[in-house]
């Protein structure tokens, strides 16, 4: 055949064909460069040989020596075949044994020196090497006598098979072009690509692997910061308004609050402050627990910039969300003048006074003397989405509070200066790209605030959301009371309804969230509805019970909420739509049924829906799953109420997809390790920025295409 290059095909590699060909495709393996490229996930060190004499039961040894004999033997107690052979070398013997593996009297016989590498065990005093893996002495090992890779298999496709194959292809790896550029190379002290690629697959000692491993690990976080660094780069090349902070406003929006600002809201707010005074956008994540009061801190924002003669839009991820953002503005700022409207799909108000940003300290417009009167001539008005269109190009509404479907309207603002999101971890490029084309401001772009009340792992915050600055509310309200937590056997989950009982007799309200058994809306229905129908008929018979799912039409799940956060009904049955957004304060007991099915993060969230009034409130988790680990895993949330703490305990646990959402198509699979180790990411952060002063990713092709694998992650939302 022709001479093998990366891009020959897999099947058209000697002993591969149809049969393995279908198998490679499972694990994404179409050519000979993706071979090469499905790199080890473990390395079992194999090189140290140890004399029979010496092997000690029980543990795992590498041993070399002549078969003495084998053979095949059936058992017929249990049903299989056993083959058995005598080891010997120069110290002693030692008997091997396999199961269900006659063709080994084929690949092995009398006389052949071999190696053999397993567990040892101890078998009425004898020492028995079983299931070993094995491979006759040679010139050259593959298997055994050295440190050996291991890969994620598929059925049909061991690590031994992968192995020979890819030794076959050595020669083919120095044809893997080098990306990085030689001075990150040299002021890092790697080694090459394809050196990396070769001692990965066939280390030559322990010291190769870990340059090798060492080089894999930088590469993928440099090119991640790389990506993220590009994006913070890319923003501080815009222009934005400069908002000039007013301490007197400032002042008098405090006192009106009724409650004092803890000290973490205080410092968040300064930081958001002197960052809106800046003539670049501002780019930050304002992160803190439910609860902690980040909607205040937004809203003491928005007043500068509403006085200051600019405009805010606040974005929510639901109607339901966008519209509690909107009432609590509403109650905030109306002391000050300031016009909040609320545009959602189904939803529109506008503001009962009407007064242009630069006139916002006057008086309202003429032919305008009350409320009364702004009422009549907002009748009048044909369409009242119009109007509030209308109001927003022309200045009169200060902060327009809606959903994300606010930024596909036919909409422009009169001077757009501020945006905010809620629930989401940074702006999307599209995101960016929509508002400043909305703004009204020739040439500049809105600063951007993100608010989450998903904690990030402060390792996250320096690789994944490396472009964001962050601004932490770690502490709550004064008088706030910890929701109690606990994980619920079965046999007790009576004892658990009949407090729930009387908690209702009390007058408060219960939220039971049931799991997703996949992704299908249908299944999301079925899961509901089945704990309604369980609840309804055979546990709290005598209570009102409603359900909240995907299902259901937007007017509908309002309509549900709204009777809910007004006591109509006593349980509320749902999905994890209760994540996010309802603020139900009667609402004390947060039920969590599967509780093994959510990550630790999201169970957080889901308790963080209680306790938001000034009773005490519990999270029950239900689950029929006795697993040491779930268990373990579960008992972690009870233990304590620090989102931060449970935010990394899921990155160790669940990798980063319970933070940066569920895995999504194209992105890379990173390391979690490389996640959560700080040295690493302070290394590649370091030379990131070195290497972005004086370069420009565009003049080198080949990192540029390696770095397009980490934008997705760079700019997820």
């Known amino acids: 055949m022709n001479s093998i290059t990366l891009k020959t095909k897999a ?215 790389l990506a993220v660094q590009r994006i913070r780069k890319s923003l501080d090349k815009n222009r934005a308004i400069s908002i000039q902070f007013n301490e007197d406003l400032s002042k008098e929006f405090v006192k009106s609050l009724g409650f004092t600002l803890t000290g973490a809201q205080k410092k968040a707010v300064w930081e958001i402050i002197k960052d809106l005074e800046k003539p670049t956008p501002m780019n930050r994540l304002l992160e803190g627990d439910v609860g902690s009061g980040k909607t205040v801190v937004a809203a003491m924002a928005t007043l500068m910039a509403a006085k200051a003669g600019f405009q805010t839009v606040f974005l929510a991820p639901t109607e339901i969300l966008a519209r509690q953002h909107y009432e609590s503005l509403k109650k905030m700022l109306e002391p000050f003048e300031v016009n909040v409207a609320l545009l959602t799909g189904k939803t529109t108000i506008l503001p009962s006074v009407i007064l242009a940003p630069d006139r916002v300290e006057g008086k309202a417009p003429a032919g305008i003397q009350s409320d009364k009167d702004s009422a009549k001539l907002l009748k009048s008005r044909k369409n009242e989405k119009d109007e509030i269109l209308r109001q927003v190009q022309e200045g009169d509404i200060h902060i327009l509070v809606g959903t994300h479907a606010v930024l596909k309207e036919e909409l422009d603002f009169w001077n757009l200066a501020f945006a905010i999101v809620d629930e989401q971890h940074r702006f999307g490029v599209a995101q960016r790209a929509k508002l400043r084309q909305k703004s009204g401001s020739d040439g500049t772009m809105p600063h951007f605030l993100s608010m989450s009340a998903t904690p990030i792992p402060r390792t996250l915050t320096l690789s994944v959301y490396g472009d964001l600055d962050i601004s932490v509310i770690d502490e709550m309200p004064p008088g706030r009371k910890k929701v109690a937590t606990f994980l619920i056997p079965p046999e007790k989950k009576e004892d658990s309804y009949e407090f729930i009982r009387q908690t209702v007799k009390k007058g408060r309200q219960i939220f039971v969230i049931c799991p997703l058994i996949d992704d299908s809306e249908v299944m999301e229905l079925k899961s509901v509805t089945a704990e309604y129908e ?50 139900v304060p009667n609402a004390t007991i947060m039920i969590i049924e599967g509780a093994d099915r959510f990550g630790l993060a999201q169970l957080h969230q889901f308790r963080g829906r209680v306790g938001r009034g000034k009773y005490q409130s519990y999270c029950f988790l239900f689950t029929d799953n006795d697993s040491e680990t779930v268990q373990k895993r579960l008992d972690a949330i009870t233990k304590t109420n620090d989102g931060f703490k449970i935010a990394e305990k899921d990155l160790e646990i669940r990798g980063p997809g319970e933070i940066l959402g569920e895995r999504q198509h194209g992105l890379p699979d990173i390391n979690t390790k490389n996640l959560m180790n700080i040295q690493l990411i302070k290394r590649t952060k370091t030379e990131a920025k070195n290497f972005l002063k004086n370069h420009d990713v565009a003049d080198l092709p080949l990192l540029e295409e390696k770095i397009k694998k980490y934008d997705g992650v760079a700019s997820l939302e």
């Not at 809910?564 to 509320?572: R, T």
């Open 534 to 583: 369980r609840l309804s008929r055979m546990v709290f018979t005598d209570l009102k019970i409603a359900t909240l799912h995907g299902k259901m039409r937007p007017e509908e799940k309002e309509r549900v909420m709204n009777e809910f956060a007004s006591g109509k009904i006593d349980i509320l049955v749902s999905t994890s739509l209760v994540e996010v957004g309802v603020d």
């Open 11 to 225: 099947n058209e590699l000697p002993g591969v064909g149809s049969v393995y060909q279908k198998k490679l495709e499972k694990l994404g393996i179409h050519s000979v460069e993706d071979l090469l490229l499905y790199l080890p996930r473990a390395w079992e060190d194999f090189s140290k040989i140890t004399e029979i004499a010496k092997v000690r039961a029980p543990g795992s040894y590498c041993i070399e020596g002549n078969i003495w004999s084998i053979g095949n033997k059936r058992s017929h107690r249990k049903r299989m075949n056993i083959t058995e052979a005598i080891i010997a070398d120069k110290t002693g013997t030692m008997k091997a044994v396999w199961f269900n593996q006659p063709f080994l009297i084929k690949n092995m016989k009398q006389g052949d020196e071999v190696l053999l590498a397993g567990r040892v065990e101890n078998e009425y005093g004898q020492a028995v090497m079983k299931s070993p893996a094995y491979e006759k002495k040679a010139d050259k090992q593959t298997h055994l006598g050295k440190i050996v890779p291991t890969y994620k298999e598929t059925a049909g496709l061991s690590s031994r098979w992968l192995r020979y194959q890819i030794s076959k292809l050595v020669k083919v790896i120095y044809s893997f072009k080098e990306y990085l550029p030689a001075e990150v190379i040299k002021n890092q002290g790697l080694i090459s690509y394809s050196a990396m690629i070769r001692q990965l697959h066939f280390p030559d000692n322990s010291y190769q692997l870990e340059k090798a491993l060492d080089r894999l690990n930088f590469d993928e976080m440099f090119l991640l910061q």
